[in-house]
Each structure stands twice: as C-alpha cells, then as structure tokens.
C-alpha cells in the first residue's frame, strides 16, 4: 500500500486550490499533478515548481482507458492519497473503487446542499444567507461522500455569483490544506 502522506492533484483548469495545498503542505508531499487538459493553466504552474506532472486530453478517450492510465501514472509516483482540485471530469467507477477511502474533494457548497455544478448562483437564487465549502471523501455517487470538513462563508446582499465565488475561493484555500493533513494522518 502506498504511503498517504504521498499525494496526487487532479486539476482540470487554473489550479489554485493545487496551489495552495503545495504552498501550504503540512503532514504530506505532493508527488504528482495530473490533468485531463493537457493546457490547464495549473499544469504550467506545476512545472514551473519542479513538479511532476501527467496530462491526457480525456475529450478523445474512452473513459476506462483515460482512467487507466491515470491510475497507472498516480501508481508509478507512489502517491497514496489523491485530491480531486478543480478535476470536472466523472471518474470511471473501477477508479473510485480502486482508491476508495484514499480519495478527497473540494466542494464550493456546504454539501449535502447544492452538489453537481452552478453552486453559488443556485445559493443566490435560494436566497442563503450562508454557503460555503467541504472537503470530502470522493465515492460512486457525485459529491456525496462523507463529509471532513466544511468552511461556512456569509453571503452579502449584494452578491453576484462572482464575488460570492471569489469569497468562497479564499476560504477553500485555507481548508483544503488543513482538511488533506489531518485526513492523511488519520
Ligand atoms: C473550486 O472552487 C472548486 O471547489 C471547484 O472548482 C473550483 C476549482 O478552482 N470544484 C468543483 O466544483 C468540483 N465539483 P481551482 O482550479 O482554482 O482550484
């Protein structure tokens, strides 16, 4: 079994949540960054910090395949954890089972409410007084693993969905780190 404290990000586009689990890793090292999108602006970032890095353009593959090769890349790095960051791809369930209990999410809701996509226009449309972001264990049923942890954020009056994501996005910075350390240790 490969060490926990080993860990793979998955990204799909500019990978700030990546950024901020590199720049803040306590209790884990980050092994391997690999995308489904061979120009996410997070990948360039990666490099640049002397990362190791995988990338496949998913659009052109048939799903078991494209999963089966990440697997195998994530497995040549010795990664033990892997955390899903800005990764909007559906993974394979013989992936989610292969790495069942290993791997993690963030979320931009407090989640049960508000999985799948648009979160912060539909707790605006909601009239929320409160959103915010989870950390949670990834499994078969999107976003709808146990929950590890959770930032609540207050929503202003004068919130668009933009300024409300901007908030959130300065609150997932800081959990994700502390949530993927303490899961990694426990
Ligand atoms: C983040 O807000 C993350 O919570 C969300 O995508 C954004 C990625 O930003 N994830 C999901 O919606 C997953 N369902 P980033 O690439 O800058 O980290």
Redesign the pocket.
Known sequence: MADPRRVAIL????????RALVGQAAGYEVVLVASNKPHAP?LDWARAQGLPTWAWDSKSVDREIFDAALGKAIDEHGAGTIA?????RMLSPAFVERFAGRMV????SLLPRYR??D?HARALAAGDKVSG?TVHLVTAEL?AGAILAQTEVPIEPEDAPATL?QR??AA?HLLYPRALGDFVSS
Do not use: K, Q, V, W
């Open positions: 990204i799909s586009g500019r990978g700030s949540n990546m997070g899903l960051a800005g990764y909007m999410n963030i979320h931009p799948g996509l979160t972001c976003d994501e959130i996005l997932e």
